[in-house]
């Protein structure tokens, strides 16, 4: 160490020794682990400084990533929003909180006189608290009396949320605790990069490398996951299903099906069985370019393993079948009987931060807190029963994220509320969107930041981060966490709760939201979510003080639920449901036009839309912008240069990238991440075809072609 560094540790040293040290207890903000840490705050030489001290929970084990290191960057951010602000001759002006409560008040009011209640739509997120995220479809169903809501986890866990629901009867991130991975003898990571987005779980994996477990990763790119595969299956976007539908002829015609289990605790066995004898292994090796051999020894090593557990993530199911996708894998899982046993389970790695949380308490178009449904009679009554209102009141169900977007476009909606989202940078066909926002009467955003989304409104509401924002998440395992309050806000913000609630009263609904804490709001949502499949009535504030607990948790001295479906799955006879899944091939598929299929995903510093990340200068610093990853040979083809921008253009739009050579793609596919926004936003070319089910956009595969900019440069 050279004298200058040694001279300014002993004078910081010295300088300490009269600081003031600031000690905030939080959890990481960004994806669904919810590692738990303590940011420290101190004066040094005259300025304020920031540690990051990782704290012990029982799902990371006190384990940080470098999101998490620096979460703390974004929300200190001089770029805060901290005051409301309201557009006027196209410009943002500082307003007080009753000028703009009062022209949300005016604004909401006359557009629902002149066009109905469902004129004004809500467009939640997936980072909300559990208490936010209760709160704003019950603001939606109580104070605005809309049926239009539904959030960004749609673009995230609809797809596994919905074919979990339809398979198990119960949707729930993770069928068994995370701990439960060493146990496994056979682990199939399907579309998931677990090692860039939830690096602080791959300890487990790693010691189930070390225990001897044999992994099958499923990919079309060598990500830094299939660092523990012992098989990849460098797979052809959007055919997993055909390669499922061939591990399953394996299993049948090889006899590997357990007989006793499928008896005993399935239906559709003899449907799923007569289906699976008429595929034919060749017809999909071809559709998956995955030699039939490869699918041969994959569906034996799975198979005969004593133990097995498969993982999703949204490689397999942000595509238009994604739906089919996830239950074909669960199929898998239930005609091998490697469910609700230590080391057999399945599960969906949820994205973002409460992507479980959020979408378990009536923030999604057709259901009410605790899972329950809206167009269910029983739930309707018990939930208006809470909510003390009518229930022939209760809006029915709306339509999801997208198709939102689609009713601003055609005029039915002319007012949305945008909370903790960013949908013209998230959502699929982004042109699209943004010209849809564009016609909007009223656009209220409520956001940290001046995001892409926030620029466009009418009028914007500064929120709380993290730090400073008290509540509950739920976790990928299905584990409910709790996070204090522990930095003061800055100016004059609000949290998301506080906002809603102000909102109610102004347009006379205030009697309904008379919340003064996060803690009020979770003990109604712990009432709502009674009896519901996801149960919260067991889990309260003092409990999570001092334990992180799994739903369902009927009552406060249960000790929540870690593994699931045991003994029975959740329907009422006790019995999963097998499913039919054909082949079929998704609408979107390479022409002489558009000869490259384009693929997208996260990297390791930055999270979603980039609007918290890309203002966090450490991990905006590791990549500053987007790039598309292709093959030197394909490359080769279309001319392109190595860290050459080039254009890619579908039917929908383009984005311009920088070009990255690699040889861990297929050469029949281009990865770009979807963390930026403007020309480099990805999303304005992905596909917005709808899974019938889901109703997920295919943003994992769509054709487009490669232009090099120079060559447009030149024309
Ligand atoms: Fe943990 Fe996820 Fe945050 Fe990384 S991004 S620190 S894995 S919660």
Redesign the pocket.
């Known amino acids: 160490m050279n004298m200058t560094k040694e001279l300014l540790r002993y004078f910081r040293h010295k300088q300490k020794d009269h600081a003031s040290e600031t000690l905030f207890d939080t959890?990481?903000?960004?994806?669904?682990?919810?590692?738990a840490?303590q940011l420290v705050e101190e004066r040094v030489v005259g300025r304020n400084c920031y540690k990051v001290i990782p704290k012990d929970n029982p799902t990371?084990n006190g384990?940080?990533?470098?999101?998490?290191?620096h979460?703390h960057q974004h929300a200190l951010h001089t770029e805060r929003l901290q005051f409301p602000l309201l557009k006027r001759n196209g410009r943002f002006v500082r307003v007080s909180w009753e000028e703009a409560l009062s022209f949300i008040q005016i604004n909401f009011k006359n557009i629902q006189k002149e066009f109905g209640n469902d004129a004004i739509g809500v467009y939640g997120g997936g980072s909300l608290t559990n208490e936010e995220a209760y709160l704003l479809g019950k603001f939606a169903r109580v104070a605005l009396k809309t049926k239009y809501i539904d959030y960004n986890g749609r673009y995230c866990m609809s797809a596994a949320a919905a074919a979990m629901n339809a398979t198990f009867g119960l949707d729930r991130g993770l069928t068994n605790k995370l701990s439960e991975i060493p146990h496994a003898r056979c682990i199939i990571l399907a579309g998931t990069n677990v090692a860039e987005c939830?690096?602080?779980?791959m300890p487990y994996f790693h010691q189930a490398k070390k225990n001897g477990t044999f992994f099958i990763v499923i990919d079309p790119r060598e990500t830094a996951t299939c660092g523990l595969a012992d098989l990849h299956i460098k797979i052809k976007p959007g055919t997993d299903v055909a390669f499922v539908n061939g591990m399953l002829k394996v299993i049948f015609a090889e006899g590997y099906v357990d007989e006793q289990f499928v008896k005993e605790r399935t239906e559709g066995y003899d449907e799923l069985k007569k289906h699976i004898e008429q595929i034919q292994l060749d017809e999909m090796a071809e559709m998956t370019g995955i030699a039939p051999e490869v699918i041969q020894f994959a569906a034996r090593q799975y198979a005969t393993a004593p133990t097995g557990m498969i993982f999703t993530a949204r490689g397999v199911e942000q595509q238009t079948n994604g739906y089919m996708t996830v239950r074909n894998f669960l199929n898998l899982a239930l005609v091998t009987g490697k469910i609700g046993k230590i080391g057999c389970g399945c599960g969906a790695i949820t994205g973002q931060?409460n992507g479980q949380g959020g979408r378990e308490h009536g923030q999604k178009a057709d259901q009410l807190p605790g899972y329950r449904s809206i167009e269910n009679p029983e739930h309707r009554k018990y939930i208006a029963s809470v909510w003390r209102v009518p229930e022939e009141e209760l809006p029915r169900k709306g339509v999801s994220a997208y198709e939102m977007i689609q009713k601003i476009d055609e005029g039915e909606i002319k007012g949305l509320f945008v909370m903790g989202s960013n949908p013209v940078v998230s959502s699929p066909n982004a042109r699209f969107v943004k010209r849809a926002l564009k016609k909007l009467q009223c656009l209220v955003v409520v956001d940290l930041f001046l995001s892409e989304t926030a620029e466009l409104a009418d009028l914007v509401l500064p929120t709380s981060s993290y730090l400073e924002d008290e509540g509950t998440m739920t976790n990928l395992e299905g584990r409910v966490t709790w996070r204090p309050a522990s930095r003061k806000r800055p100016g004059e913000v609000k949290h998301d709760w506080e906002i809603l609630c102000e909102i109610a009263r102004v347009l006379g609904k205030g009697d309904y939201f008379r919340f003064s804490s996060a803690e009020e709001i979770f003990h109604e949502l712990r009432v709502a979510s009674r009896g519901g499949l996801a149960d919260y009535y067991g889990i309260t504030y003092e409990r999570l003080r001092n334990e992180r607990v799994y739903w369902p948790c009927p009552s406060p001295d249960h000790p929540g639920t870690a593994r699931l479906f045991e003994q029975s799955f959740a329907y009422p006879d006790g019995k999963a449901r097998l499913a039919v899944v054909d082949n079929e091939y998704q609408k979107e598929q390479t022409t002489e036009q558009y000869p490259i299929y384009v693929t997208t995903g996260r990297v390791l510093s930055h999270?979603l839309s980039g609007t918290q990340t890309r203002r966090s200068p450490a991990l905006a610093s590791r990549q500053i912008e987007a790039f598309m990853e292709i093959h030197p040979n394909t490359a080769k083809k279309y001319k392109i240069e190595n860290n050459a921008l080039v254009k890619l253009e579908t039917k929908r739009g383009y984005a311009i990238v920088r070009s990255k050579y690699s040889y861990k793609i297929r050469e029949d596919t281009v990865f770009v991440p979807f963390h930026w926004s403007g020309f480099q936003n990805i999303n304005q070319i992905t596909d917005d075809e709808l899974d019938p089910y889901c109703k997920m956009p295919g943003f994992k595969r769509c054709a487009a072609r490669i232009i090099p900019v120079v060559d447009l440069e030149r024309n």
């Not at 939830?198 to 779980?201: M, S």
């Open positions: 959890q990481c903000p960004f994806c669904s682990v919810q590692c840490m990371s384990r940080l990533c470098i999101k998490g290191l979460a939830q690096p602080t779980i931060g999270y």
